[in-house]
């Protein structure tokens, strides 16, 4: 602890800390002191304050170490297991938006079937026009977009194999 | 019976396992044993709150154990103790609704029982109270824990000259309060 300028700053703080105040000091020093006010100021919350923690330290409620250790280490894990967990994590939010997307496509190309649809009177109404929709979807895949359809599969099928192996290595 | 054997075997798995605890659980009763006072001291002193202190201080401990804990010797590791219960401390005062220390009566500050041997925190109280949430946690360091204005720095955040600066104000702030105290203590003549 340094006392700013006074020169004889650090005799009087070991002089302190050892417990010679004001008894076991030198009278020389003692002098000093008694002319110094940076010093004395010093020693005056020096005193006070150390009288004051020994009061609170023998208060100090002492808790289980043991249990202190044991939360600590529930919480480390816990926060190992969030680290392992945020690839899938990722990997869940990367799909939601995927399927999103993809719905939000569907919709968007589709809709004036859908449109249609609604505009048909009754359930008899209602099939008929699917049906035909559906029949003329296939018919341009069996016409030339084969391709198309297969590695639309693939690619599902893909993701699939990744998120698999994703958890399986986690 | 050996617990950590047994829990860390009904444990989260090979990952959990992973983490390397930064003190195994003797060598952490040891430190807690010869830290706990002076930090609660600390904690207790400086947010005048007893039960704030408390939980601080587990708080401080169990944040001690799960981050990496200096390699240099037990001194290192205490300051690193303080540092993490400072700004736990600071983290508590930046909180919107907290009410401050400089708001809460002097009684609530001061000891109750009124016995001889609590003059000192009788005067040192009040005194305490009236200073700024900084300047008591550095009085505190540098007074009471008697660290230097580099350790000061490390556990504060602060600059060194900073410190200086800022410690010398404190201390003839607290000096001129802790003389008016006494000066109340022996009454008029």
Redesign the interface.
Known sequence: ??L?SCKRGEDVASMV?MGYWPNGCDEELREHIAGCGRCR??I??????????M???A?????S??L??????L???D???KQ?GLPMTLAHRFALVVGLVAAAAFLLLARASILDWFALDGMQGLWTGVHADLLSFLATFWTGNGVLLVSGLGAVALMGGVVYLATDG? | MN?EHV?SNA??GD??Q??E???D?ET??GF??RS???L??YL??VSGDAALA?DLM?ES??????ASTPQDGEVAARRYLFRIASNLLRDHWRRPGVVSIEELPDHLLVGKDGSA??N??A???PAMARMRPRDRQL??L????????REIAEITGLGVTSI?LLL?RA??E??RL??QGKRAERGPR
Do not use: D, K
Not at chain 1, 59 to 63: D, S, V
Not at chain 2, 142 to 149: F, M
């Open positions: 602890m340094m700013g800390r100021e010093w005056l919350l020096t005193q006070s304050f150390e009288q004051v923690r009061e609170s330290c208060e100090t409620p002492l808790r170490s043991f202190l250790w044991w939360r600590a280490e919480r480390r894990r926060a190992a297991l392992v986690q | 617990w829990l444990g989260t990952a959990a992973t983490a605890p930064a003190m659980s952490f009763a807690y044993e706990a006072r002076p609660w001291a207790v002193r408390e587990q401990y169990v944040r001690f154990l799960c041997e609590m000192s925190r005067t040192l109280g009085l505190w540098a007074h009471a824990e008697n660290y230097t204005h200086r010398f201390r003839r607290m000096a802790l003389q």
